[in-house]
């Protein structure tokens, strides 16, 4: 009996816990909420509660679903701080200091993670004077679900910055917000979602992949736990094992006073030991120096930095140690007890320890001790003695790519951005790239699917998305050189193609030996220039350097047209211009002198190339020393012109062929399916709208968000009218049979689909797609009648064409109907051997039309074009058909 009263009171106190309100980590005391903007609160409670939120003397309720989840919208606040809001269900809650204001998503891996404790020493000063009480930091901590989004983080809170809680904020994030807070004076909430070591792949939703089939395929894979139990067993057998400890040093004690060094070399600080005599050495390296401090300094406590050590060490004065750090990144920097250091030798012992690549001290860093405002330089010969070195250790299999959880596809956003998605956004930072550098292709088409991932997951397209852009990094190659860094880069420049996107150059602050430069003031003051452009609608704050906006090819010169450039160009330093390299048609680059000829023009050459045709501008892992800048001071993004060659003077603008794609009735799939796969690839459709259809008329605001994006919309008639006289033609109904239409009322029908489209993207001219290839009325063609309201009319007739045959007006194309991937592949092949235009129409795409292709096939397509988009010119109908119109004139 005693047993049965006590799970009856177990589940009577559980059910009553159950029952209580709960809130997410996010709406607590301190948090920022978006100001002009309704708000959302959310939380959990029991099924069918009533749940109450009083606020400003108002309240606001909502019932739980079965689930237990209830959301309340408030409405929209204008900026202010010091509100509470009270919720209240079987239980009650108040959460005090909210403040109404701006909040940015700040996203990425470890410099974005880095926080002022990092960089105390560069920023005493902002540390010291660090009370914004209305700049609030919200921190995730790491986090990875392989299987779903998830709805709350286990620990978070929201701090204010302060001289001490500002240390564990993000120094980049920080600084942007306190560069926003002192220009608009409201207040400004990071949420700051950020791994080190992390890949983009890891951050995208799995919505996001919707047009990257072998990413799904990889996601289903990890949501099946006994395969993923295999592949982490699988990881840990194939990785080489921790050597045994047998380190010489420690069982003899070399870093204690009473040791006798016997038998150890020079060794000269900083540097690495590979370089100074220790061939290929993975393994435990002591080294020890004696040092006289003054007698001022006895008894106070001494500051040491030993820069960085790679990749583990323990530091010892006197034979005490006084600190450890277990890995290569972060900055050494010790503290010398008060009581330690004594009156004649001090002898500092370091043990190092290194399991790849080379071991020791990296050069230009801060090697001195300190104390009353007294330094002692710690740079120099010093001697080492190697204690330990390891085996090699080989791993089972060199082709394994290890399972690591926070690099899975989906893994960090289902853990560390789904939460949030309830929050109103002012926008979104994103500081990543050094994972994927490796690998940098497949950015070009990743970075676009986030961009439109985190618009579409937050249901605004408007969004402003701000990314840094990597800064200059690794040993200086005085040569022009091919560069993983330089394509990454270029790849987070194609995020430009997107609306409301700005890319932060960083060229010029990061530091040849530390993927994490300390300058993150810099950073966090331009992502605010560009944030005050874009978010702030300030249009006269400058916020890019001098971007490539055209090449002329006039004899042995090459003259760039630069657009950014505010009152114009310049060398920041009065020298010439550096790092812009020429080549001829066999892209072997040499360097090239660079002149400055205008406000916005820049001509190179050289005189090893006689007939140069490209031009590269910073393409290195580190072009340090840059000094192209625009009047504002902002340095000017790299570039090549090797890459997407666009010789406007050329057909099909210097590439083999062109290709367009086409979509035909204004269909529900082409804005759920296409578009998104087009703008995850940065590629443009057309899209050609019959006024009258459902999908035309209720999703305007979709349409317009398309047109927006540099999609076209063109005109197929208001009803959709075709000849019905014509075999397999009896589905037209009579009303719409265009063999009985006269040319007055296809005049005007078409002239009320083009005001219907010039309302939703406001442009006078457009192209035309005939409906069902048809081109006449009772009495004859009508296109010629109605030549001055379009660029061109696209017909349906197998055929593609050379740039010279091409009538603009009669546009021949391909209509796809259950094609494989392979086969459209199959057509682009040939237009690219022959030269020609090809246009490719779909209707449905993976449905809502007889006529149809797959998801799967379209894909297949659009990934191919992506691809080979160097030899490709991919665009829509109306900028092919203003290129083709602007070279016949």
């Known amino acids: ?234 990881t840990f057998n194939n990785t080489p094992k921790t050597p045994k400890l047998s380190d010489r040093g420690l069982a003899e004690h070399w870093e204690s006073e009473s040791y006798e060094p016997k038998s150890w070399r020079n060794f000269n600080i900083p540097g690495y030991w590979e370089d100074q005599g220790l061939k290929d050495l993975n393994g435990v390296v002591w080294f020890r120096r004696d040092f006289e401090v003054p007698e001022s300094w006895i008894g106070k406590p001494v500051k040491l930095y030993m820069g960085r050590i790679v990749d583990a060490d323990e530091m010892f004065v006197n034979g005490k140690s006084i600190g450890r750090v277990t890995y290569q990144y972060p900055p050494r ?58 085996e090699r250790a080989e791993m089972a299999d060199r082709q394994q790519i290890p399972f690591v959880e926070q690099n899975q596809p989906a893994a960090l956003y289902n853990a560390m951005i789904a939460p949030v998605l309830p929050m109103k956004l002012k926008g979104f930072v994103w500081y990543q790239g050094e994972t994927n550098v490796g690998d940098p292709k497949p950015y070009n088409a990743f970075l676009p699917a986030l961009i439109n991932d985190r618009r579409s997951l937050w249901n605004d397209q408007d969004l402003p998305f701000l990314v840094v852009q990597l800064p200059n990094f690794e040993d ?41 430069p300390l300058n993150k003031k810099e950073i966090g003051k331009r992502l605010a220039l560009s944030a005050r452009n874009l978010a702030y609608e300030d249009k006269n704050v400058i916020y890019s350097g001098p971007t490539l906006k055209s090449q002329s090819i006039s004899g042995d010169k090459i003259v760039l047209t630069f657009d950014n450039v505010a009152d114009g160009i310049k060398s920041i330093d009065g020298e010439a211009l550096r790092w812009f390299a020429v080549a001829a048609d066999d892209e072997k680059f040499v360097w090239a002198d660079a002149k400055i000829i205008g406000k916005n023009q820049v001509e190179v050459s050289s005189e090893k190339v006689a007939t140069p045709k490209y031009v590269r501008y910073a393409w290195q892992d580190n072009p340090e020393g840059i000094n192209f800048y625009n009047a504002a001071n902002l340095p000017a993004s790299p570039f090549r012109t090797d890459g997407q060659q666009l010789d406007e003077t050329k057909p099909w603008k210097g590439k083999k062929c062109a290709v367009v794609l086409t979509y035909d009735d204004a269909l529900n799939v082409h804005l759920d399916n ?174 809502e039309h007889a006529l149809n292709v797959s998801n799967q096939a379209h894909s297949e397509l659009l990934h191919y074009l992506k691809e080979n988009e160097k030899d490709i010119y991919i665009d829509t109908m109306r900028n092919v058909s203003e290129h083709i119109q602007h070279l016949k004139k």
């Open 476 to 516: 200086i190659d005085f040569s022009p050189a091919e560069s993983n860094m330089a394509l990454l880069r270029e790849a987070q420049n194609k995020a430009l193609t997107l609306k409301n996107t700005a890319v932060t150059v960083t060229l010029d602050l990061g530091e040849w030996n530390d993927i994490h």
């Open 1 to 234: 009996m005693r047993i049965v009263k006590f799970l009856l009171l177990l589940i009577f106190v559980s059910g009553h816990a159950f029952a209580q309100v709960r809130l997410p980590k996010l709406v607590s005391d301190n948090m920022v909420l978006q100001r002009d903007q309704p708000i959302t609160v959310w939380g959990w409670a029991a099924p069918k509660e009533k749940v109450t939120v009083t606020f400003k003397n108002k309240s606001y309720s909502a019932v739980t679903g079965a689930d237990g989840k209830w959301k309340i919208q408030l409405p929209a606040q204008s900026a202010g701080t010091g509100f509470e809001m009270i919720f209240k269900g079987k239980n009650q809650l108040t959460i005090k200091n909210i403040a109404f204001g701006d909040v940015w998503l700040c996203n990425g891996q470890s410099n974005m993670v880095i926080n002022m404790e990092r960089v105390k020493e560069r920023y005493p000063d902002d540390i010291a004077t660090a009370n914004y009480p209305d700049i609030r930091n919200f921190f995730i901590p790491t986090l990875t679900d392989l299987n779903s989004p998830q709805d709350d983080f286990p620990n978070a809170e929201w701090k204010s910055a302060n001289p001490k809680d500002v240390l564990r904020m993000g120094a980049v994030s920080y600084f942007f917000a306190r560069d926003l807070y002192d220009q608009y004076k409201v207040p400004i909430g990071i949420i700051n979602s950020s791994v080190g070591g992390t890949p983009i792949e890891a951050w995208i939703s799995e919505g996001g992949y919707k047009d990257f089939a072998d990413i799904q395929k990889v996601i289903n894979q990890n949501k099946d736990t006994a395969y993923v139990q295999s592949s982490r067993q699988s």
């Open 333 to 390: 920097r010790y503290e010398i007890p008060a009581s330690l250091l004594k009156a004649g030798k001090n002898t500092f012992v370091i043990r190092v320890t290194n399991s790849a690549g080379k071991g020791g001290f990296v050069p230009d860093k801060s090697y001195f001790m300190t104390a009353n405002g007294e330094e002692i330089d710690l740079k120099g010969t010093w001697q080492y003695k190697v204690g330990q070195v390891f």
């Open 674 to 847: 296409v578009i998104p796969a087009l703008d995850s690839l940065s590629l443009k459709g057309s899209f050609y709208l019959t006024a009258s259809s459902d999908a035309a008329r209720n999703r305007i605001k979709d349409w317009r968000a398309a047109a927006a994006n540099g999609h076209e919309l063109g005109n197929h008639t208001l009803y959709h009218p075709c000849d019905a006289t014509g075999p397999g033609m009896s589905w037209v109904k009579p009303e719409y049979d265009l063999s009985k239409y006269s040319m007055g009322r296809i005049q005007d029908e078409i002239r009320m689909c083009n005001a219907f489209l010039k309302s939703i993207d406001g442009l006078d001219k457009r192209t035309f797609a005939f409906t069902c290839g048809h081109k006449k009325v009772a009495e004859g063609e009508f296109i010629q009648t109605l030549s001055n309201e379009f660029i061109a009319a696209r017909a349906v007739r197998h055929e593609m064409h050379t740039f010279e045959e091409q009538k603009l007006m009669d546009i021949n194309c391909y209509s796809m109907v259950e094609q494989s991937g392979k086969e459209m592949i199959g057509l682009v092949k040939q237009a690219q051997e022959r030269g020609k235009l090809l246009v490719f129409l779909f209707h449905g795409v993976g449905g």
